[in-house]
C-alpha cells in the first residue's frame, strides 16, 4: 500500500521557478515510471512529464527547455523543476506512480498525489 504525497506548490511570478516532489511512504513495494501531470480549470488532465526507473524521461511539448523531471529511487521521491513560468503552466499538479508490489498482492497499480497547485500571475 502507498501513499504520494506532493508538496512544493504556490503562487510565483510569470518567468519564475518552482520545483515540485513527491515522495511515496509504505513498504513492499517498487516503483517503476513516475510521471507529473496537471490540469486546469475547464481542462482535461494532461501529463507533463514522465521518467523511468532507468531515467528516461519525456516531456509535453508546452513544457520542453523548461521543466525537469528527476528521480531520487533511494527515498521514492520525484521531483519536478519548473523554470520560466508561464500564466498557461497554472493548474493543478498531481504525480503519478506505477507501483508493483513485492509481498502483497500481485500486479501493477497507479497510484496519485493529492494534487498542489501552481498559480503562475503577477
Known amino acids: 500500500q502507498v501513499q504520494l504525497v506532493e508538496s512544493g506548490g504556490g503562487l510565483v511570478q510569470p518567468g519564475g521557478s518552482l520545483r515540485l516532489s513527491c515522495a511515496a511512504s509504505?513498504?513492499?513495494?517498487?516503483?517503476?515510471?513516475m510521471g507529473w501531470y496537471r490540469q486546469a480549470p475547464g481542462n482535461q488532465r494532461e501529463l507533463v512529464a514522465t521518467?523511468?526507473?532507468?531515467?528516461?524521461?519525456n516531456y509535453a511539448d508546452s513544457v520542453k527547455g523548461r521543466f525537469t523531471i528527476s528521480r531520487d529511487n533511494n527515498n521514492n521521491t520525484a521531483f519536478l523543476q519548473m523554470s520560466s513560468l508561464k500564466p498557461e503552466d497554472t493548474a493543478v499538479y498531481y504525480c503519478?506512480?506505477?507501483?508493483?508490489?513485492?509481498?502483497?498482492?500481485?500486479?501493477?497499480?497507479?497510484?496519485w498525489g493529492q494534487g498542489t497547485q501552481v498559480t503562475v500571475s503577477s
Open positions: 521518467i523511468t526507473r532507468g531515467g528516461s524521461t
Open positions: 509504505g513498504s513492499s513495494f517498487a516503483i517503476n515510471t
Open positions: 503519478k506512480f506505477g507501483v508493483t508490489p513485492t509481498t502483497w498482492v500481485a500486479g501493477s497499480f497507479d497510484f
